[in-house]
Protein backbone atom coordinates (compact mmCIF):
# COMPACT_ATOMS: atom_id res chain seq x y z
CA UNK A 1 0.00 0.00 0.00
CA UNK A 2 2.58 2.41 0.87
CA UNK A 3 4.27 1.81 -2.23
CA UNK A 4 1.00 3.04 -4.10
CA UNK A 5 1.62 6.35 -2.26
CA UNK A 6 5.55 6.07 -2.82
CA UNK A 7 6.16 6.79 1.36
CA UNK A 8 8.93 6.17 2.94
CA UNK A 9 9.56 3.39 5.46
CA UNK A 10 11.16 5.89 7.53
CA UNK A 11 8.45 8.21 7.29
CA UNK A 12 5.68 5.27 7.68
CA UNK A 13 7.47 4.10 11.50
CA UNK A 14 7.91 7.39 12.58
CA UNK A 15 3.64 8.29 11.99
CA UNK A 16 3.27 4.84 13.52
CA UNK A 17 5.20 6.02 16.61
CA UNK A 18 3.22 9.31 16.46
CA UNK A 19 -0.16 7.38 16.42
CA UNK A 20 0.94 4.92 18.97
CA UNK A 21 2.19 7.90 21.68
CA UNK A 22 -1.14 9.49 21.05
CA UNK A 23 -3.42 6.87 21.96
CA UNK A 24 -1.09 5.69 24.86
CA UNK A 25 -1.27 9.78 26.02
CA UNK A 26 -4.83 9.47 25.82
CA UNK A 27 -5.03 6.03 27.46
CA UNK A 28 -3.21 7.01 30.59
CA UNK A 29 -5.03 10.56 30.57
CA UNK A 30 -8.44 9.01 30.92
CA UNK A 31 -6.81 6.47 33.63
CA UNK A 32 -4.93 9.31 35.56
CA UNK A 33 -8.31 10.76 36.20
CA UNK A 34 -10.10 7.42 36.63
CA UNK A 35 -7.96 6.95 39.62
CA UNK A 36 -8.50 9.92 41.65
CA UNK A 37 -12.36 9.41 40.86
CA UNK A 38 -11.82 5.61 42.19
CA UNK A 39 -10.18 7.26 44.98
CA UNK A 40 -14.17 9.30 45.55
CA UNK A 41 -12.09 12.45 44.60
CA UNK A 42 -9.87 12.24 47.94
CA UNK A 43 -8.81 15.44 48.91
CA UNK A 44 -4.99 14.32 48.22
CA UNK A 45 -5.94 13.71 44.63
CA UNK A 46 -4.30 15.63 42.14
CA UNK A 47 -8.14 16.80 40.66
CA UNK A 48 -9.26 17.68 44.39
CA UNK A 49 -5.16 19.59 44.79
CA UNK A 50 -4.88 21.40 41.45
CA UNK A 51 -8.81 22.91 41.27
CA UNK A 52 -9.99 20.54 38.64
CA UNK A 53 -13.01 19.40 40.16
CA UNK A 54 -15.41 21.94 38.96
CA UNK A 55 -13.78 22.28 35.84
CA UNK A 56 -15.74 21.42 32.20
CA UNK A 57 -14.70 17.52 31.63
CA UNK A 58 -12.76 19.01 28.33
CA UNK A 59 -10.08 20.73 30.69
CA UNK A 60 -10.10 17.91 33.02
CA UNK A 61 -9.15 15.68 30.24
CA UNK A 62 -6.71 18.19 28.80
CA UNK A 63 -4.99 18.18 32.57
CA UNK A 64 -4.67 14.81 32.39
CA UNK A 65 -3.15 14.26 28.72
CA UNK A 66 -0.75 17.03 29.87
CA UNK A 67 -0.12 15.04 32.74
CA UNK A 68 0.72 12.07 30.64
CA UNK A 69 2.70 13.28 27.85
CA UNK A 70 5.39 15.27 30.52
CA UNK A 71 5.55 12.03 32.30
CA UNK A 72 5.75 9.74 29.41
CA UNK A 73 8.52 12.62 27.90
CA UNK A 74 10.73 12.66 31.05
CA UNK A 75 10.14 15.99 31.19
CA UNK A 76 7.84 16.21 34.33
CA UNK A 77 7.50 19.26 35.41
CA UNK A 78 6.15 18.94 38.46
CA UNK A 79 2.81 21.21 38.59
CA UNK A 80 0.72 18.18 38.29
CA UNK A 81 2.25 15.70 40.51
CA UNK A 82 1.31 12.06 41.94
CA UNK A 83 0.51 12.28 46.29
CA UNK A 84 -1.74 8.99 47.10
CA UNK A 85 -0.63 5.63 47.02
CA UNK A 86 -2.55 4.92 44.09
CA UNK A 87 -1.46 7.96 42.29
CA UNK A 88 2.10 7.02 43.17
CA UNK A 89 2.46 3.51 41.55
CA UNK A 90 0.39 4.50 38.85
CA UNK A 91 2.99 7.47 37.97
CA UNK A 92 5.66 5.01 38.55
CA UNK A 93 4.35 2.11 36.03
CA UNK A 94 4.11 5.17 33.64
CA UNK A 95 7.82 6.17 33.83
CA UNK A 96 9.17 2.83 33.34
CA UNK A 97 6.78 2.70 29.96
CA UNK A 98 8.11 6.26 29.40
CA UNK A 99 12.04 4.60 29.60
CA UNK A 100 10.99 1.39 27.20
CA UNK A 101 8.98 3.53 24.75
CA UNK A 102 12.12 5.89 24.47
CA UNK A 103 14.11 2.46 24.25
CA UNK A 104 11.95 0.99 21.64
CA UNK A 105 11.64 4.57 19.60
CA UNK A 106 15.44 4.78 19.74
CA UNK A 107 16.26 1.15 18.97
CA UNK A 108 13.53 0.91 16.09
CA UNK A 109 13.76 4.38 14.22
CA UNK A 110 17.85 4.12 14.10
Not at 61 to 72: E, F, M, P
Request: aromatic share 16%.
Amino acid sequence: MFDLINMNVGVVKMLMVAVSVLFLVHLMGCFWFLIARLDNFNPETWVIRKGYIDEEPGIQYLASIYWALQTLTTVGFGDINACTPYEKIVAICWMISGIGFYSFTIGNLS
